[in-house]
């Protein structure tokens, strides 16, 4: 099994449900096999933090 990194902007690609991202993308971050670094958790936080 892969297993990716993904990186900020994806992740807020993802929660905002953005079809910037393929089904195939989303499927693989919601099925578990992708990865994010605590530096794109704290920038996600201060993005959503802004909204």
Do not use: N, R, V
Not at 1 to 23: N, P, R, V
Not at 28 to 42: H, M, N, P, V
């Amino acid at each position: 099994m892969e297993k990716y990194l993904l990186d900020t902007h994806i992740l807020i690609w993802y929660f905002q449900g953005s079809d910037a991202l393929s089904e195939p993308a989303k499927q693989c971050i919601s099925g578990g096999q992708c990865f994010y670094s605590l530096a794109s958790l704290e920038k996600f936080c201060k993005f959503k933090a802004h909204l």
